[in-house]
């Protein structure tokens, strides 16, 4: 497998968890609108190729398919000015894809490889959790800028998603920014604050990967809704929208300062 | 550490590797006989081969995977090895001792790096 050029495509990010059920995709989706908000074009692909949820975050209605160009290739689809492709695309909802790892492999290559992208800023790969051979197929196939990690507060999230951290490091690729779900419960009539799954996860989390704490994201019953609905938060002008916001504007400094330095190969009879 | 720039030089047979920390050369054959693969190590110390006769071997291509390392494909078939750089840069500050290792195993077993020919032993250096 050799590293490829993404035609199309100016920046590669990876969001990536350890763990499953840390509202990988929500975010993803929801960084998605903020970066589209702050005039950057967007791409998703969702490489969650065993549980594919992006379709359904920006509502894009079952059974919809992208479309062929010549006999190899795909034109993404565009949700609310978001690019996307997924598997979800190409199968219908009650299909579980039931492979081995080198069947998803090769079909996440086809998904990254044959989607003819439209001039994307940052192409945003909603990765699956864990740390298998999708994430192995990523890193040795895909022009990775960078990754961003999601966790949530608890203990057993932060243990996973290390983990995560971790396989990046061995693979050079560099950790944009984590970002703490659920940090946090709001009461909607008090404004009480409440650190259901504690306190300062993230933030020691950003310390062990040095990295930026990107976002602390507070439980809210609204994201879900609007999750489910097919129109991410972010795309509104709300309290989650700001600090989606200031998490877009962080990643975009990121990746403006992350020039990345390649070994250049050559070759020469002497 | 990530090399700057790696040439390799196809007549003399020679990769030129680039480091922040200095520049190394390690020979085709070297890269080979120490190839990360498992058909070279193994898997988790279980199999594996010495090669050996490839004094002469080339290498027609290398890619770059992901952001760690490169793919080196031999003129003798070889490609599954991936070499990452930290793996390069361990390779070239052991050079010397990985090789001595490498050419005493080639003597206990008999075999020789030039390719299609037998080492006959008269004697063992070791006096054994």
Known sequence: ?270 | MKPTNLQFKRKSRLLAITWPDGDFELSFEFLRVHSPSAEVKGHGGIGGQLPFGKQDVNVEKAEPAGNYGIRIYFDDGHNSGIYSFDTLHELAHNQEELWQHYVEQLHEKGLARAPESQVVTLFSPKGT
């Not at chain 1, 951290?165 to 779900?181: A, D, H, Q, R, T």
């Open chain 1, 1 to 270: 497998m050799s590293t490829k050029t993404l035609q199309g495509v100016k920046h590669l990010v990876a969001v990536a968890s350890g763990k499953g059920g840390v509202g990988k995709s929500t975010v993803t989706a929801n960084l998605a609108a903020a970066l589209t908000r702050q005039g950057k074009r967007v791409g998703i692909l969702d490489a969650d190729i065993y549980g594919p949820s992006q379709a359904m975050m920006l509502g894009i209605k079952a059974g919809t398919r992208p479309e062929i160009i010549g006999e190899k290739q795909m034109k993404p689809l565009t949700a609310q000015g978001i690019q996307m492709n997924s598997m979800a695309l190409l199968a219908t909802d009650d299909t579980p894809m039931v492979w081995r790892g080198p069947m998803a492999s090769g079909a996440l290559q086809q998904l990254l490889f044959s989607t003819v992208w439209d001039d994307v800023d940052i192409l945003l790969i909603d990765m699956p959790p864990g740390t298998g051979d999708i994430h192995l197929t990523l890193t040795q196939a895909a022009p990775l800028d960078g990754a961003v990690v999601v966790t949530t507060p608890q203990d057993i999230a932060l243990i996973d998603a290390r983990k995560g951290i971790e396989m990046f490091k061995k693979v050079s690729v560099p950790i944009l920014g984590l970002v703490e779900n659920m940090a946090y419960y709001q009461c909607p009539s008090c404004g009480n604050k409440d650190a259901i799954f504690g306190e300062g996860a993230g933030k020691r989390l950003a310390e062990v990967a040095s990295a930026p704490l990107l976002a602390q994201i507070p439980l809210n019953r609204q994201v879900q809704e609007r999750a489910d609905q097919g129109e991410p938060i972010a795309f509104d002008d709300s309290l989650l929208n700001d600090v989606y916001g200031q998490a877009a504007a962080q990643l975009i400094n990121q990746l403006a300062g992350e020039p990345e330095q390649t070994a250049s190969i050559s070759f020469s009879d002497d």
